[in-house]
């Protein structure tokens, strides 16, 4: 007799326990579903994050639109991740709200990143950490919340085990209540199919049944509960191995960051180094220049000073030897005009806000700057330039009079090397609306289209190795720093015209930019002169008392401040650098001891000092080396006009 023909006998308990498993089923099967549901939301979301994370770096990086499009479309992936996901338990959902909150915090954030990139992606900028810190942030949270959903999906389905486990066990004993009279074979067979859920529901979902070859109503169910199982250790198998490949993409993802982050800094000092060398290739130019002026500007001081030493007998003709010492006195205003051309080019730009620049100044000032470089070039056999300037009447530009000399110096010398067989050289500067428009042309080689598009580009370089690729794209970042425009107009073989548009000065109109100069000093002065250097002092002493003063000399700082303690003076002319104390120092205790007392401090790096506001305070005026009789009382007079 079959067992279907003994359960018959109690037929109404054999379909209530045959519903009751139905429902457990289809339970377990909504909550595989529903748990494999969360995990493929929790999954969306961890990508997300990660392509969002990714996104950050590479907008940090380029700072351009296309850049900032793909963020926010990662942005809003990220957004409709999470309002995909609901969590079971209270410690998840507490998390992914946090997780809404923190994507509304790096949008708010990246909203200010937009308005000024450039400075907010520089690596102190505090814009720059909080966007980086938020992605972190969202990275972590989106990980721990495919942990959470792991563990509650293994909560899931550790109750749904336990729930089916019992109602098989209920179900085995109301069939062995019901079944009293089926064989012993039956009662050993249920016995062992309770063994073998209890293996399921530990977890074991390769355990094996024997079903003894029958196909009665056990060995079907038997059968089933294999296939059911099967279904679940798959299941569980592909679950695993997600995790699996998640862990593996979060250290690639680790990994990854790491390498961009040392890609950057390397760049960063490539950067560097390049832009330096493109500075030391314009300043070899101009020093070559400018050494060949000081050599021809030393040959008349040199070469009439020891003529009229060899011949003494010349110096008894006044006319002649005035004449050689006025070519000797303007060959040495024009040596000590070309030193103060490279101090202007050594010194460093500054970045402490922009002033007041006068353009058609700064446009001679370059020329006189690299006029010695097409001097050179048409003494070393190549055809001459020619220059000619058409300035207009323009209002002063808002920026720094260091970096536009720059960007004009760099933009003169390639047009030079564009004309190797000579050519001419037209410097305008006019009036376009708000803006004061530089242009410099040249009638060189120009450029094709191909090479005219891609010249500002970094590292882009006509000129093979010797030529960095970096000259257009600092002078083209100048200019944008400066909130201006940057214009090419070339045609192969008729030359090429670089238009350069800067901001006018608003605040420049009507201002009066001149100072009134000091009254000269008209009585003679007890002055002591303190300078390590015997010709120095011996210079300024025969000049202060040719004007009548009565001069005191020290041959060092202490010197100087020893004689200080037994004479009665009204000015200290101190030197700067002296071996046992300096000017400042030597200046400072003055300054401690005859408060009121004017000092004048002498020294070579007296323009630049002037340039970079660097007076000590206990300095009245700087007097920069080599001096004139006209400088030396300009000085004077202004140093007892700060003491009025």
């Given at each position: ?441 040249d009638t060189g080689e120009g450029m094709t289209d191909d090479v005219r598009e891609r010249c500002l580009e970094p590292f882009f370089s006509t000129k093979g190795i010797e030529g960095t690729g970096m000259g257009l794209t600092i002078v083209n970042n100048a200019v944008r720093r400066h909130g201006g425009t940057l214009e090419i107009r070339s045609q192969r073989g008729k030359g090429t015209t670089v238009a350069i548009g800067l901001p006018v000065w608003s605040e420049a109109a009507g201002r009066d930019m001149t100072s009134e100069l000091p009254m000269p000093v008209n009585r003679a002065l007890r ?118």
């Amino acid at each position: 007799m079959k067992l279907r023909t003994s359960l018959q006998v109690s037929a109404v308990f054999p379909i209530t326990l045959a519903i009751m498993v139905s429902l457990s089923l289809i339970l377990r099967a909504r909550q595989v579903d529903e748990s494999q549901r969360v995990f493929r939301s929790v999954e969306n979301l961890t990508r997300a994050a990660a392509e969002l994370h990714i996104a950050t770096y590479a907008c940090l990086l380029h700072q351009n639109s296309d850049a900032v499009d793909v963020w926010r479309a990662k942005q809003g992936a990220m957004v409709a991740a999470l309002n995909a996901i609901d969590m079971a338990s209270p410690s998840g959902q507490i998390l992914l709200d946090r997780s809404k909150d923190g994507v509304k915090g790096i949008e708010a954030t990246f909203a200010e990143f937009t308005r000024d990139p450039a400075s907010a992606a520089k690596p102190d900028s505090p814009i720059r950490t909080q966007i980086l810190t938020d992605s972190d942030a969202l990275v972590q949270n989106a990980f721990e919340l495919s942990r959470m959903a792991d563990s509650d999906a293994e909560e899931t389905r550790g109750n749904a085990d336990m729930f089916f486990a019992v109602f098989i066990g209920i179900m085995g004993l109301l069939m062995a209540a019901a079944t009293l009279s089926v064989s012993r074979d039956v009662v050993n067979r249920l016995a062992r199919l309770n063994e073998w859920t209890r293996s399921i529901t530990e977890g074991k979902l390769d355990a094996k049944i024997d079903t003894g070859g029958r196909n009665d109503e056990v060995g079907q169910l038997v059968r089933a509960f294999s296939d059911m199982t099967g279904r679940l250790g798959s299941a569980y198998g592909t679950m695993e191995k997600e995790i699996v490949e998640n862990k593996r993409v979060a250290d690639a993802l680790r990994e990854s960051n790491v390498l961009l982050s040392n890609a950057l800094e390397k760049l960063k000092r490539a950067q560097h180094q390049i832009i330096q060398q493109e500075r030391l290739h314009v300043l070899e130019q101009v020093v070559r220049g400018v050494a060949h002026d000081f050599n021809n500007t030393l040959t008349p001081i040199l070469g009439m000073s020891d003529f009229m030493l060899t011949y003494p007998k010349t110096l008894a003709n006044t006319e002649k030897v005035m004449e050689n010492l006025k070519d000797i006195n303007e060959a040495a205003y024009r040596a000590r005009k070309d030193v103060k051309k490279l101090s202007e080019f050594f010194r460093p730009i500054k970045g402490s806000g922009f002033q007041t620049v006068d353009l058609n100044d700064l446009v001679s000032r370059a020329i006189q700057l690299m006029e010695p470089r097409w001097r050179d070039q048409t003494r070393t056999g190549k055809g001459p330039i020619g220059v000619q300037t058409e300035l207009g009447q323009v209002p002063a530009v808002a920026g720094d009079s260091a970096e536009l000399k720059e960007v004009l110096t760099s933009l003169l010398m390639n047009a030079v090397e564009a004309m190797p067989k000579g050519g001419q050289i037209t410097i305008s500067t006019r009036l376009s609306g708000a803006n004061v428009v530089v242009e410099i042309t040249d009638t060189g080689e120009g450029m094709t289209d191909d090479v005219r598009e891609r010249c500002l580009e970094p590292f882009f370089s006509t000129k093979g190795i010797e030529g960095t690729g970096m000259g257009l794209t600092i002078v083209n970042n100048a200019v944008r720093r400066h909130g201006g425009t940057l214009e090419i107009r070339s045609q192969r073989g008729k030359g090429t015209t670089v238009a350069i548009g800067l901001p006018v000065w608003s605040e420049a109109a009507g201002r009066d930019m001149t100072s009134e100069l000091p009254m000269p000093v008209n009585r003679a002065l007890r002055i002591l002169v303190i300078d390590d250097e015997s010709w120095s002092r011996d210079i300024v002493s025969r000049i202060l008392s040719a004007d009548g003063h009565q001069v005191q000399l020290a041959v060092s700082g202490k010197d100087g401040l020893e004689k200080m303690k037994s004479g009665d003076y009204e000015l200290v002319i101190t030197d700067r650098a002296m071996p046992d104390m300096s000017g400042d120092e030597v200046a400072a205790e003055i300054r401690a001891k005859w408060p009121h007392m004017p000092i004048i401090l002498l020294t070579g790096f007296g323009d630049i000092m002037k340039e970079e506001g660097d007076r000590p305070g206990c300095v009245d005026v700087i007097l920069s080396k080599p001096i004139t009789m006209g400088d030396l009382g300009m000085a004077i007079a202004q140093a007892f006009k700060m003491k009025r």
